[in-house]
């Protein structure tokens, strides 16, 4: 079991940092494995249109023994296919390079990454930061001479998704009455009333808005990105304490809002639905996972107060009904990797199946909120404990495929659709690409965050400079500053973008609003962060 920790300290963990390298070592084997097995499935494959191939399950013949595939493999998709979660592969491949110290082998990680980032340059679907920020953000950063290209396909996207939504020709991403994104949908109880629908498992798109925020070359497109992030963000919040019990953090997987301009309910959350999960109204753990991630991402790239409460929120509600802080006699203390819906587990069996892409999601989630929270803040500690004890249980038997496993993935024990859930199969108990790439991801962040501790800068007193219509502060080079104007003190707003700090002691300005001064202003200050 991991041990506890201090409520106000990052403190050194030699065992955890021992199953993290080990982790990372089989990534490599298993990946190295994978390429071997896609190389072949492709040099079989007589349609050029169809190459390359990409890893999405691994066949679990004890669930399905009349699959043709060995136990263990990876069932494949078509690269001209419409498998949603396409780029976690890529991404992983760029994570090799990241990682990889033989120049000789990083250049070939490389190599393989972009054959598989390729075919998901032109993806325009739902499912963006997965197939597009998470792919093209590695290699921009890897490859200076091809930066630009890299830009342009991840801002094209981001484009995408503020598009405004016209109900007339239903067209465009964002509906402003409702401030989400999404698109029209019909629900299962009634196939014949539209609805404007949000998807959970969409929520880290607010990664592609966010990320691409800090690459626009517009500071008003960057602007519109940041605030229809946020937006989104604090107003899928809301709906989800609106859709569940009063208080209640716990996620629904569909969302639908008044679609018909004449209806008393239009652009307001009617209803939601299940689709994965167990019911209409049970949680889901890897919709929780989804919006533990896209919270918390939300949160490190704009330590909005408002959008920390959520993440708040969301975190408690994950951490609370892990099998570690099951009741009683049904506790499992150190498992910190969840039932696949929650109050299936609850209410029904406690010994039901895991989901592992869940618990690498909220992993991926927690270890960027903990980077931006203050350690001194008082849920510092308890998040960390259960960061760290979902990578005890991520890096150990039984989720990690180790050689004891014939699982070509990194982990086990994912759940895609349980067969007790609305939309059953018996592709579940397996290995998952989306889940193995956020895995890693939340071992190398977790690296990074245990060898580099952000300082927390103090926000500066501000100073108004009348003449020159500024406001002025003492800034820190390694910073970033948003200034929030208010005129009533409880209502703030953001002014503008975020200002990336001066050298220490220079004046840093921001233009007042035309017209007329704010009343009241105050500073958000955060380390410049990581892209």
């Known amino acids: 079991m991991p041990p506890a920790i201090s409520h106000a ?3 050194p963990d030699p065992v955890l940092d021992d199953r993290i390298e080990v982790a990372l070592d089989l990534a490599r084997t298993k990946m190295l494995a994978t390429v071997d097995f896609l190389e072949a499935v492709n040099a079989a494959e007589t349609d050029p249109a169809r190459i ?3 890893p999405q399950y691994t066949v679990n013949l004890d669930l399905t023994p009349d699959r043709s595939e060995p136990d263990g493999s990876w069932h494949t998709t078509r690269g001209n296919g419409g498998f949603w979660a396409r780029g976690s592969f890529a991404a992983l491949l760029w994570m090799m390079a990241e990682i990889e110290e033989d120049p000789a082998q990083r250049a070939q990680w490389q190599a393989w990454a972009k054959t598989w980032s390729e075919p998901v340059r032109g993806y325009t679907g739902n499912d963006m930061t997965v197939n597009n920020y998470a792919v093209f953000r590695r290699w921009m950063e890897q490859a200076e001479n091809e930066r630009e290209e890299q830009r342009q396909t991840i801002l094209s996207l981001a484009r995408l998704l503020v598009e405004p939504y016209d109900r007339e020709t239903n067209t465009g991403r964002f509906f402003e009455e409702a401030g989400i994104y999404g698109y029209r949908r019909r629900t299962t109880a009634e196939p014949r009333t539209w609805y404007f629908h949000a998807f959970i498992d969409h929520s880290p798109n607010m990664e592609q808005l966010l990320g691409a925020s800090w690459i626009a070359y517009d500071d008003a497109e960057a602007l519109d990105f940041r605030e229809k992030a946020v937006r989104h963000a604090l107003n899928i919040h809301q709906t989800l304490n609106a859709g569940r019990n009063p208080g209640d953090a716990g996620s629904w997987q569909r969302a639908y809002f ?11 959350f009617v209803l939601n639905e299940g689709k994965q999960g167990w019911t209409n ?3 889901w753990s890897r919709g929780q996972g989804w919006w533990v991630y896209g919270i918390c991402l939300a949160y490190y790239h704009t330590r909005h107060p408002d959008v920390l409460e959520a993440a708040r929120e969301a975190v408690r509600y994950y951490i609370d009904h892990l099998p570690d802080r099951y009741p009683g006699e049904h506790r499992r203390p150190g498992v910190f990797v969840p039932p696949w819906d929650f109050d299936y587990a609850f209410e029904v069996d406690f010994e039901t199946d895991y989901d592992t892409s869940a618990a690498a999601l909220a992993a991926a989630g927690m270890v960027r909120l903990l980077a931006a929270m203050n350690p001194a803040d008082p849920d510092y500690g308890a998040f960390m404990e259960a960061l760290r004890g979902t990578l005890f249980s991520l890096t150990d038997a039984p989720f990690l495929a180790t050689e004891d496993y014939p ?5 086990r024990k994912g759940g895609y659709h349980h067969p007790a859930s609305l939309e059953p ?8 690409i989306w889940g193995d790439y956020f895995f890693v991801d939340a071992l190398l962040k977790y690296r990074k965050l245990r060898d580099n501790p952000p300082s927390v800068p103090e926000a500066p007193a501000v100073v108004f400079d009348a003449d020159a219509g500024m406001l002025r502060w003492p800034a820190r080079a390694d910073a970033v500053y948003q200034v ?13 973008l975020p200002f990336h700090g001066a ?9 007042a609003q035309p017209g007329a001064a704010p009343r009241f202003w105050r500073l958000r200050a955060w380390p410049m962060p990581e892209q």
């Open 9 to 11: 300290a990052f403190a």
């Open 52 to 54: 390359p191939y990409f």
């Open 258 to 268: 008044g679609w018909e301009e004449t209806s008393p309910t239009y652009g307001e």
């Open 281 to 283: 109204a049970s949680t």
């Open 407 to 411: 699982e070509m993935s990194i982990l």
């Open 425 to 432: 199969s018996s592709a579940y108990n397996n290995g998952l």
């Open 484 to 496: 929030e104007v208010s005129d009533d003190l409880r209502d703030w707003r953001d002014a503008g």
């Open 503 to 511: 050298a220490e002691g220079e004046p840093l300005g921001s233009a």
